[in-house]
């Protein structure tokens, strides 16, 4: 019986944590469903605890507006510590129009999502509100969002999100809570369309979810590490890719890698295409961490934030010389480990100049005898730039789709070459264009390719045959594509190995 206790309150199918609650109807509002479960009845005590979660939790990381979180929905023991990280990420003061608050369905499928449009939720702390407008137009848009009442009456996913909000935020809000009954993608994508055009400042995101359930501790570790890298892609294909790899695993007492699936993919689904969104990673733990049960048999949560286009901290932004010879070794060290089967090099962030910890997009291209042998990068600025160079470092060696992973002999010969870059900024007409000086990005419904600043110069190409070839080399979208696609530029801060001196080459 105490080994039941434990698996409903870490949550994941809680049908043994049924509380008895009015059926809505009419304008009728939603009474707390788990308050006493999952976390304090109290009012006072409920206000305690979210003071000493948020206390220990991560303090947020950049100044960017955040329009979506990934946050853990278990008992407030043991994932509290998680979902304060991840709330802690919003600007407190920030007044959301309206917050999409959604989270799975454990007690019952059905086909798409519910959206509770009887009244307003209500927890220990107070009542939120429901944005009647947005839930309406959302329901009159017909399938898949349905009033479904059952789907709400018990369900915690949503509710338990909701302290962490009225805690956080000092400004009033609105919200439209959705569950969603099924994990069919095709359905999902549907309900990502719907809510597409709420993707926008001043709106706010809110993805319920655990990651694996009931493995060992270790096993936690590293099967949520490989869903997490996934989700971090923004590709709701390769979630799913990672999903289906950690389950042919064979790990012991794996029930699930994600109890959310359903509403990450339709997150997923929402950004992918969108430049200069990214998510990023603020804490991991599972419930073998609290300290309160076996860590034979744990439950994984992340906490995650998702940025949109933020700006660089610095307007005047530069590197001096020493700084880039220092990203470049940097590069070179991080592809060295890898390739020798270690981990990324550890770097003190307190002893690294500012620049190199300001956030900032970056390309790492790979070149050997003067050919391409690799390139990735990102395009967004939420991450420090060394944290930037050693990933894409990593992934450029390893990850581009064109050529076969560089090895380790290859490596002394391979000159390496940095493009720090700015904000990407929407154009209307190719004269904002500056031929060698920006880099282009080409986006046309799901496809899109970018040439950097230069692929002019290398090329000797024309503007008009510069953005030729990158719509139909790079988006697939054929040679006048970019006619009627979106443009966008970007300035880059480029140097190399070959310039600076620095690195091994032939």
Known sequence: MKHQTLLTALCLVAFTAFVPVVACSGDTDRPPAVAGQFYPASKDELTSMMKALFAKAVPRKHPAEVLAVIAPHAGYVYSGEVAASAYNQIDPSKK???????????????????????????TPLGTVRLNKDVASALLRSGTPFRDIEGAHTREHSVEVQLPF????????????????????????????????????????????????????????????????????????????????????????????????????????????????????????????DAGLGDKSRVVGYFAMAVYDNPQTESAGFR??????????????STIDGHLGGRPAPSLDAARLPASLKTPCGAFVTLRKDGELRGCIGRFDATSPLYEVVQDMAIASATQDYRFSPVTAGELPGLRIEISVLTPLRKISSIDEFELGKHGIYVKKGNRSGTFLPQVAQETGWTKEEFLGHCARDKAGIGWDGWKDADLYVYDAIVFSELESGAGNRK
């Open 96 to 122: 959301y129009e309206t917050i999409f608050v959604i989270g799975p369905s454990h007690h019952m499928a059905f086909e798409g999502a519910s959206i509770y449009a009887r009244g307003n939720y209500v």
């Open 165 to 288: 909000l009225q805690y956080r935020l000092k400004q009033s809000f609105q919200i439209v809570p959705i569950v969603l009954g099924t994990e069919e993608p095709a359905v999902l994508k549907r309900v990502a369309e719907a809510l597409a055009p709420y993707w926008k400042p001043g709106n706010l995101f809110v993805v319920s979810t655990d990651f694996s359930h009931y493995p060992s501790a270790s096993d936690a570790v590293e099967v949520d590490r490989r869903t997490a890298d996934a989700v971090l892609t923004r590709s709701p294909e390769r979630l799913l890719k990672a999903i289906r790899g950690n389950e042919q695993q064979g790990i012991s007492n794996l029930a699930t890698c994600m109890c959310g699936l359903s509403g990450v993919l339709t997150l997923l689904s929402m950004i992918e295409d969108r430049p200069g969104v990214t998510i990023e990673a603020i804490q991991y733990k599972n419930s073998g």
């Open 319 to 332: 590197l001096e010389e020493n700084e880039k010879k220092q990203l470049l070794g940097i590069a070179r």
